[in-house]
Protein backbone atom coordinates (compact mmCIF):
# COMPACT_ATOMS: atom_id res chain seq x y z
CA UNK A 1 0.00 0.00 0.00
CA UNK A 2 1.34 3.39 -0.79
CA UNK A 3 2.36 6.25 2.17
CA UNK A 4 -0.13 7.59 3.34
CA UNK A 5 0.18 11.65 3.68
CA UNK A 6 0.36 11.61 7.74
CA UNK A 7 2.20 8.01 7.91
CA UNK A 8 6.16 7.63 9.17
CA UNK A 9 8.44 4.91 8.39
CA UNK A 10 10.02 3.19 11.57
CA UNK A 11 13.36 0.79 10.87
CA UNK A 12 15.19 -1.27 12.97
CA UNK A 13 17.64 -4.42 13.51
CA UNK A 14 17.34 -6.78 15.85
CA UNK A 15 20.19 -9.86 16.43
CA UNK A 16 19.30 -13.02 18.00
CA UNK A 17 21.73 -16.14 18.48
CA UNK A 18 21.60 -19.41 16.76
CA UNK A 19 23.38 -22.25 18.70
CA UNK A 20 25.36 -24.85 17.14
CA UNK A 21 22.39 -27.02 16.79
CA UNK A 22 20.80 -25.00 14.85
CA UNK A 23 18.51 -23.61 17.43
CA UNK A 24 16.91 -20.61 19.21
CA UNK A 25 14.62 -21.27 21.61
CA UNK A 26 11.85 -18.13 22.01
CA UNK A 27 13.33 -14.46 22.21
CA UNK A 28 12.18 -11.28 21.85
CA UNK A 29 13.65 -7.90 20.21
CA UNK A 30 12.11 -4.72 21.66
CA UNK A 31 11.38 -1.55 19.26
CA UNK A 32 11.71 1.06 20.91
CA UNK A 33 8.10 3.36 20.29
CA UNK A 34 8.25 5.55 23.21
CA UNK A 35 8.85 8.31 21.13
CA UNK A 36 5.32 8.10 19.82
CA UNK A 37 3.32 6.74 22.74
CA UNK A 38 1.91 7.25 26.21
CA UNK A 39 -1.21 6.50 27.55
CA UNK A 40 -0.80 9.66 30.42
CA UNK A 41 -0.64 12.17 26.95
CA UNK A 42 -2.89 9.88 24.95
CA UNK A 43 -0.30 9.11 22.41
CA UNK A 44 -0.71 6.21 20.34
CA UNK A 45 0.38 4.75 16.69
CA UNK A 46 -1.78 3.21 14.42
CA UNK A 47 0.73 0.94 13.21
CA UNK A 48 -0.76 0.42 9.40
CA UNK A 49 2.04 -2.25 7.99
CA UNK A 50 4.66 -4.62 9.47
CA UNK A 51 7.55 -6.11 7.10
CA UNK A 52 10.15 -8.45 7.81
CA UNK A 53 13.60 -9.68 6.93
CA UNK A 54 15.38 -12.33 8.10
CA UNK A 55 19.16 -11.37 7.27
CA UNK A 56 22.72 -13.48 8.22
CA UNK A 57 26.27 -12.53 8.19
CA UNK A 58 26.90 -14.44 6.01
CA UNK A 59 26.94 -15.39 1.56
CA UNK A 60 25.75 -11.32 1.48
CA UNK A 61 23.32 -11.49 4.21
CA UNK A 62 20.95 -13.60 2.04
CA UNK A 63 18.93 -15.90 4.17
CA UNK A 64 18.90 -19.71 2.71
CA UNK A 65 15.99 -20.73 2.05
CA UNK A 66 16.87 -24.58 2.73
CA UNK A 67 17.70 -23.94 6.12
CA UNK A 68 18.85 -27.47 7.13
CA UNK A 69 22.56 -28.59 7.21
CA UNK A 70 24.45 -29.39 3.41
CA UNK A 71 26.61 -32.35 4.58
CA UNK A 72 24.41 -35.44 3.94
CA UNK A 73 26.45 -37.70 5.05
CA UNK A 74 25.73 -37.54 8.48
CA UNK A 75 22.54 -38.20 7.80
CA UNK A 76 22.91 -41.49 6.20
CA UNK A 77 21.65 -44.04 5.35
CA UNK A 78 17.91 -42.18 4.82
CA UNK A 79 18.23 -37.91 5.13
CA UNK A 80 15.70 -36.10 6.72
CA UNK A 81 15.75 -32.75 7.95
CA UNK A 82 13.34 -30.24 8.72
CA UNK A 83 14.25 -26.75 10.04
CA UNK A 84 12.02 -24.28 11.15
CA UNK A 85 11.75 -20.88 11.78
CA UNK A 86 8.19 -18.81 13.12
CA UNK A 87 8.70 -14.86 13.65
CA UNK A 88 6.13 -12.42 14.86
CA UNK A 89 5.32 -9.09 16.08
CA UNK A 90 3.78 -8.23 19.18
CA UNK A 91 2.74 -6.20 22.11
CA UNK A 92 2.68 -8.88 24.58
CA UNK A 93 5.56 -11.82 25.32
CA UNK A 94 4.39 -15.18 25.65
CA UNK A 95 6.19 -17.52 27.33
CA UNK A 96 5.55 -20.96 25.06
CA UNK A 97 5.92 -20.06 21.31
CA UNK A 98 3.24 -23.00 20.56
CA UNK A 99 1.00 -20.41 22.19
CA UNK A 100 1.26 -17.67 19.03
CA UNK A 101 -0.94 -17.39 16.19
CA UNK A 102 -2.74 -14.58 14.59
CA UNK A 103 -5.83 -15.29 17.12
CA UNK A 104 -3.06 -14.88 19.81
CA UNK A 105 -4.38 -11.23 21.65
CA UNK A 106 -2.32 -8.61 20.47
CA UNK A 107 -0.01 -10.59 17.96
CA UNK A 108 -0.26 -8.10 14.58
CA UNK A 109 1.53 -11.24 12.75
CA UNK A 110 3.30 -14.14 12.07
CA UNK A 111 6.04 -15.56 9.92
CA UNK A 112 6.72 -19.24 9.69
CA UNK A 113 9.17 -20.53 6.90
CA UNK A 114 9.65 -24.46 7.18
CA UNK A 115 12.48 -26.08 5.40
CA UNK A 116 13.06 -29.71 4.87
CA UNK A 117 15.46 -32.27 3.18
CA UNK A 118 14.35 -35.94 2.04
CA UNK A 119 16.85 -38.77 0.92
CA UNK A 120 16.26 -41.99 -0.63
CA UNK A 121 18.84 -44.36 0.38
CA UNK A 122 20.49 -47.49 -2.19
CA UNK A 123 20.19 -50.43 -0.02
CA UNK A 124 23.30 -51.74 -1.80
CA UNK A 125 25.51 -48.57 -0.72
CA UNK A 126 24.74 -47.59 2.90
CA UNK A 127 25.48 -44.12 3.67
CA UNK A 128 24.72 -43.46 -0.56
CA UNK A 129 21.76 -41.70 -1.05
CA UNK A 130 20.47 -41.82 -4.53
CA UNK A 131 18.19 -39.05 -4.39
CA UNK A 132 17.95 -35.78 -2.49
CA UNK A 133 14.50 -34.07 -2.79
CA UNK A 134 13.92 -30.28 -0.45
CA UNK A 135 11.18 -28.52 -0.16
CA UNK A 136 10.65 -24.94 1.38
CA UNK A 137 7.52 -23.00 2.68
CA UNK A 138 6.78 -20.17 4.38
CA UNK A 139 3.97 -17.65 4.91
CA UNK A 140 3.18 -14.74 6.14
CA UNK A 141 -0.13 -15.82 8.49
CA UNK A 142 -2.39 -12.53 8.96
CA UNK A 143 -1.38 -9.62 6.83
CA UNK A 144 1.85 -7.48 6.84
CA UNK A 145 -0.29 -4.75 5.29
CA UNK A 146 -2.72 -3.41 7.83
CA UNK A 147 -4.16 -0.62 6.22
CA UNK A 148 -6.25 1.88 5.81
CA UNK A 149 -6.76 2.02 9.74
CA UNK A 150 -3.98 0.31 11.12
CA UNK A 151 -3.44 -1.67 14.83
CA UNK A 152 -3.71 0.68 17.97
CA UNK A 153 -0.47 0.47 19.78
CA UNK A 154 0.37 2.41 23.25
CA UNK A 155 3.37 0.39 24.27
CA UNK A 156 6.30 -0.90 22.62
CA UNK A 157 6.75 -3.27 19.71
CA UNK A 158 7.77 -7.34 20.36
CA UNK A 159 9.46 -9.20 17.87
CA UNK A 160 9.49 -12.94 18.55
CA UNK A 161 11.27 -15.19 16.70
CA UNK A 162 12.21 -19.50 18.15
CA UNK A 163 13.90 -21.98 15.67
CA UNK A 164 15.12 -25.67 15.34
CA UNK A 165 17.22 -27.46 12.94
CA UNK A 166 18.80 -24.52 11.29
CA UNK A 167 22.15 -26.44 10.87
CA UNK A 168 22.67 -24.54 7.34
CA UNK A 169 26.79 -23.69 7.50
CA UNK A 170 25.62 -19.53 7.57
CA UNK A 171 23.24 -20.27 10.27
CA UNK A 172 24.40 -22.58 12.82
CA UNK A 173 26.61 -21.04 15.66
CA UNK A 174 26.27 -17.64 14.47
CA UNK A 175 24.57 -14.37 15.56
CA UNK A 176 21.79 -13.89 12.50
CA UNK A 177 19.67 -10.41 12.24
CA UNK A 178 15.72 -9.28 11.47
CA UNK A 179 15.41 -5.99 9.89
CA UNK A 180 11.68 -4.57 10.76
CA UNK A 181 10.28 -1.99 9.04
CA UNK A 182 6.65 -0.37 10.11
CA UNK A 183 4.54 2.24 8.57
CA UNK A 184 2.62 3.96 11.14
CA UNK A 185 0.15 7.12 11.88
CA UNK A 186 0.45 8.82 15.42
CA UNK A 187 -3.06 8.67 16.62
CA UNK A 188 -4.99 10.91 20.01
CA UNK A 189 -6.09 7.58 22.24
CA UNK A 190 -9.50 8.30 23.18
CA UNK A 191 -10.98 6.23 25.84
CA UNK A 192 -12.71 3.78 23.50
CA UNK A 193 -9.57 3.24 22.13
CA UNK A 194 -8.57 1.78 25.00
CA UNK A 195 -11.27 -0.60 25.74
CA UNK A 196 -10.89 -1.88 22.26
CA UNK A 197 -7.54 -2.24 22.78
CA UNK A 198 -8.19 -4.70 26.32
CA UNK A 199 -11.25 -6.74 24.48
CA UNK A 200 -8.94 -7.40 21.89
CA UNK A 201 -6.36 -8.70 24.82
CA UNK A 202 -9.18 -10.56 26.18
CA UNK A 203 -10.01 -12.44 22.74
CA UNK A 204 -9.34 -16.28 22.47
Known amino acids: MAKGTN?????????????????????????????????PEAKGLAIKEVRFQLRTRN?????????????VSTFSPTPNFRAEVKLFATTTA????TDVGIGSPNVLCVFDKQSQLIGGGDPTKPGEPTALVW????K????PDLHPEGYDVVTDLLIGIAAIGCNHPNLAGTTAEIDVMLICEKKKITSKDLTQMLSQAQDV
Open 7 to 39: DIILRDRLQFDIDANGRTDLVYGRIDLSDYVSI
Open 59 to 71: NNGVWPNYMGATD
Open 140 to 143: MHGT
Open 135 to 138: DTYE
Open 94 to 97: YENV
